[in-house]
């Protein structure tokens, strides 16, 4: 396993960190400990020793997994990552965030946590929630006055130039963010991060499973020695040398095993083979631009459809090669409920040819004729 510096504190963190959000679990959505617990071990004897979890994870008991798996192994060793919620002004009250802390470390059984994030935060809230008399933040700072947390990290969705802003307030020692082969947006704010001396923790190294499934295309981007992938996504992203630790959600043994052979190794890519992967993915970004750039000119359809993200399906399957994953999420599509639950499809299949959307679209794409593609290709599945 390769270990990295956690930013400019004095910790060394496995390159691949455990995501505890995807583990084992019943039916109603709790974790089954009995299956998640052994595989937690297998990770930390195969050197992890970055587990993270979340207040919300498994409804709760994805902590409580984590604690019982941690329980004999040196706590000096084992860096514990979690995260609190301030999704409402009234979470991220001091006092509220406080009881949540409270509530992480009974649940992980634990005396302190390591990192500590502000779950999925956005520029706003924490201006306006969190930031400010009474609200999270000084709970934070009594906390890490108290040594219950060693350091204060945030999670965020929100877009790179506010996670700039977020890095500027100076309040954070490292952030989590998404980052991989198909979507780089963050890749600047990456590099901002680590410029400050902050850790950065990757999520979804492998797409949010997208990536998770076979592609000739992303795998003929190296010749030479790809097993899969995933392998070459995973790799993609450690080889970023601002990236500090990939969080994988692992459910498998084998998943673990092939994940922490491939975080071992020294040179994730040689020089060569990013250049050659990065010519690869700017290509392939223009040819999907081509097809869409995703703007939502053309958008409300009086239908329901979603032209956009159909045409982001369609280019996961030509452009990527990712057509598994574009067949199952577009049989989704055809299911989408509306916030009254009403069953609304937004799949192309529900065009109904009105017109009203090609008029709009700056790239002049003939939207009925292509969202009939798209159904004819992707349908299969559904
Ligand atoms: S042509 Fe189809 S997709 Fe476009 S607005 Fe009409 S129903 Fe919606
Ligand atoms: S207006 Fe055209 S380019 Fe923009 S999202 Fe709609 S189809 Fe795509």
Same mark, same amino acid.
């Given at each position: ?57 498994? +409804?709760?008991?994805? #902590? *409580?997994? $984590?604690?019982?798996?941690? =329980? %004999?192994?040196?706590? &000096? ?106 979507? +780089?947006?963050?890749? #600047? *704010?990456? $590099?901002?991060?680590?410029? =400050? %001396?902050?850790?950065? &923790? ?181």
């Amino acid at each position: 396993m390769q270990y990295r510096a956690y930013g400019s504190t004095d910790m060394m963190v496995s390159a691949l960190g455990f995501g505890a959000m995807r583990l084992p679990h019943h039916e109603d959505g709790t974790c089954n400990y009995d299956k998640a617990v052994p595989l937690l071990r297998r990770g930390i004897e195969l050197g992890i020793n970055f587990i993270d979890s979340a207040w919300g994870y498994l +409804r709760g008991t994805s #902590e *409580v997994a $984590v604690g019982m798996a941690i =329980k %004999g192994y040196d706590r &000096e060793k084992i860096y514990l990552s979690t995260k609190a919620p301030v999704d409402t002004e009234g979470q991220a009250k001091a006092d509220n965030w406080w009881k949540m802390l409270e509530e992480c470390l009974k649940r992980l059984d634990t005396d302190r946590i390591d990192f500590m994030h502000f779950h999925n935060i956005a520029w706003d809230r924490f201006k306006n929630w969190v930031a400010v008399p009474g609200g999270a933040l000084e709970a934070a700072y009594r906390a890490l006055d108290q040594g219950i947390i060693r350091h204060l990290c945030f999670s965020s969705h929100d877009t790179p130039e506010n996670i700039r802003k977020l890095i500027d307030t100076g309040e954070f020692s490292g952030m989590l963010v998404q980052y991989n082969l198909l979507d +780089r947006t963050n890749e #600047e *704010v990456i $590099v901002y991060a680590h410029s =400050k %001396g902050m850790g950065v &923790e990757v999520m979804g190294p492998v797409g949010g499973g997208r990536l998770g499934v076979p592609s000739p295309e992303i795998q003929r981007m190296i010749p030479e020695g790809i097993k899969s992938t995933p392998e070459i996504a995973l790799r993609f992203v450690l080889a970023n040398p601002n990236v500090s630790v990939a969080l994988s959600g692992m459910n498998e043994i084998r998943q673990i095993e092939e994940n922490v052979a491939t975080a071992s190794r020294e040179e994730p890519l040689s020089p060569e083979e990013l250049a050659q992967i990065r010519a690869a993915l700017d290509q392939m970004q223009c040819l999907a631009e081509l097809y869409c750039t995703g703007c939502e000119y053309c958008m409300p359809c009086p239908n329901g459809v979603d032209v956009p993200e159909n045409f982001r399906l369609m280019n996961y399957h030509r452009i990527y090669g990712l057509t598994e994953y574009a067949r199952r999420e577009y049989a989704k599509l055809g299911q989408r409920k509306d916030p009254q639950g009403e069953l609304r499809p937004a799949w192309a299949a529900a065009c109904k040819e009105c017109g009203r959307c090609e008029s709009k679209c700056p790239q002049n794409i003939p939207i009925i004729e292509q969202l009939k593609e798209v159904h004819e290709t992707l349908r299969e599945a559904g």
